[in-house]
């Protein structure tokens, strides 16, 4: 681990990096730092908790310079994200005016007021961010830094389109840092489309799916007693601290109060709620909640300490969000454990995850027994709750009534695309994905 002080930063940033602790760089800051202070375009494969927020401020701060205009566009999937690097840059010792955060879910005049203080720095989700630039609030013309963190996330909530329209409003003079958990093709696309002689940093060791120090369990179970195997792997397997992903907030809001009702402390963190409830949650988490029920759009970018356990009460589909889900159990080199709960029709999908990601995954058995009579998803009257993989008279599994997808029985029963709510619709004037901004 090299020394913050053998990077050639100059002497005040070194002083406050000392003052929050910061004394040897990680493995992400000592590769990527140098690189960047060279004005290098980089693509960086790093997992969150690895401390690469530092990674871009660093090297942003070292070559900032006095302007009018900022000089750095920070863009990321959602607000926590957006909160935590404000903290990290009110610890490297910059200033509330030079900073601005601009998310949905809060007052935009109160952002406005924020950009016209002229700050260096804007921190933002994609759909604000372009509500300000239309706006005529926010340019982004001239600015020196852009980086993409997270950028996996926003290709996965279907953000890659504004991620493309930002980018093509900036300077080609532009250093672009990207930083994203997982490498997908169309991240790759995207970099080379848009960035010059890119230099690609892959911190950890072996190849981007770092999950081998975890253990890989999963049960099948049918598709009402998923609470149930839930329930009993929570007395099999006494997690210390756990967090349990749903596909939708419907889902997660109705096994947070189920947990409840079982006597577990549980919270709940999804798009839905409040800011103010949202970081609330992740402030109870921190402190010592044994429970987070998440969406996966909700936690994506969330560095928290001391998970033991990830449980998938939904199975993604996607072998890249499965590996993202379950690193956060391994943090900093620790063991972890990963439990997915899964239906007959997902065989496929577990033998998909296991192919990609190279992992074994092992099935148990559990003692449902205790539980059989636990229903939380109740029936709507126009279909059974959680039916998989296809349409029941084309109502969606969560029993909700939703208009299953006609067009080859989606998942979960939406009339739409699974990204078409998230995505902007500019030839409409019309954008869909406000809530997650």
Same mark, same amino acid.
């Given at each position: 681990m090299k020394p913050f002080s053998e990077m050639g930063l100059n002497p005040q940033l070194v002083e406050a990096l000392k003052r929050i602790n910061f004394i040897n760089a990680t493995d992400v800051q000592e590769q990527v730092i140098p690189v960047a202070m060279q004005g290098k375009d980089i693509v960086v494969r790093a997992k969150t908790g690895t401390g690469k927020t530092c990674a871009f401020l660093v090297p942003i701060k070292q070559m900032s310079r006095p302007s009018r205009e900022p000089e750095a566009l920070i863009i990321v999937p959602t607000r926590e994200l957006a909160l935590q690097i404000l903290e990290m840059t009110n610890r490297?010792?910059?200033? =509330?005016?030079?900073?601005?955060?601009?998310?949905? $879910?809060a007052s935009i005049n109160m952002q406005i007021q924020s950009l016209k203080r002229n700050p260096s720095i804007v921190i933002g989700t994609p !759909?604000?961010?372009?509500?300000?630039?239309?706006?005529?609030?926010?340019?982004i013309e001239s600015i020196r830094f852009l980086v993409l963190d997270e950028a996996d996330t926003m290709l996965d909530i279907g953000f890659i389109d504004d991620i493309e329209f930002i980018l093509s409003k900036t300077p080609g003079s532009k250093q672009t840092l990207l930083f994203s958990a997982t490498m997908p093709d169309k991240i790759i696309q995207v970099a080379r489309r848009y960035m010059h002689d890119m230099q690609v940093i892959k911190v950890g060791t072996g190849d981007e799916l770092v999950v081998t120090k975890i253990k890989?369990? @999963?049960?099948?179970?049918?598709?009402?007693?998923?609470? !149930?195997?839930?329930?009993?792997?929570?007395?099999?397997? =006494?997690?210390?601290?756990? #967090?349990?992903?749903?596909?939708?907030?419907?889902?997660?809001?109705?096994?947070?109060?189920a947990l409840q009702q079982q006597g577990y402390e549980a919270i709940l963190l999804h798009g839905g709620l409040t800011q103010a409830r949202r970081e609330h949650s992740l402030r109870q988490f921190k402190g010592g909640a044994r429970f987070m029920i998440a969406t996966n759009v909700a936690a994506r970018g #969330?560095?928290?300490?001391?998970?033991?356990?990830?449980? =998938?009460?939904?199975?993604?589909?996607?072998?890249?969000? @499965?590996?993202?889900?379950? $690193?956060r159990s391994a943090r900093m080199d620790a063991d972890g454990r990963a439990f997915s709960i899964t239906v007959p029709q997902e065989r496929e999908i577990v033998k998909d995850i296991e192919y990609m990601a190279k992992i074994h995954l092992e099935r148990i058995s559990l003692n449902?027994?205790?539980?059989? =009579? #636990?229903?939380?998803?109740?029936?709507? $009257?126009?279909?059974?709750?959680?039916?998989?993989?296809?349409?029941?008279?084309?109502?969606?599994?969560?029993?909700?009534?939703?208009?299953?997808?006609?067009?080859?029985?989606?998942?979960?029963?939406?009339?739409?695309?699974?990204?078409?709510?998230?995505?902007?619709?500019?030839?409409?004037?019309v954008r869909t994905h406000s809530k997650f901004r």
């Open positions: 490297l010792g910059y200033g =509330n005016r030079n900073v601005a955060v601009v998310y949905g $879910g !759909g604000r961010i372009i509500d300000l630039m239309e706006r005529g609030e926010l340019r890989h369990l @999963y049960v099948v179970s049918e598709g009402r007693q998923k609470f !149930g195997a839930l329930l009993a792997y929570i007395k099999q397997y =006494n997690p210390k601290k756990a #967090i349990i992903f749903a596909q939708t907030q419907y889902a997660a809001s109705a096994i947070h109060d #969330i560095d928290i300490l001391g998970v033991s356990d990830v449980i =998938n009460f939904d199975l993604p589909e996607d072998p890249h969000i @499965y590996v993202h889900r379950v $690193g449902t027994a205790p539980y059989s =009579n #636990i229903q939380i998803f109740r029936r709507s $009257g126009r279909g059974p709750d959680f039916r998989r993989g296809g349409q029941d008279q084309g109502r969606g599994h969560w029993g909700h009534g939703r208009q299953g997808d006609t067009r080859g029985g989606g998942r979960y029963g939406h009339s739409q695309p699974a990204d078409s709510r998230f995505r902007g619709d500019r030839s409409r004037g």
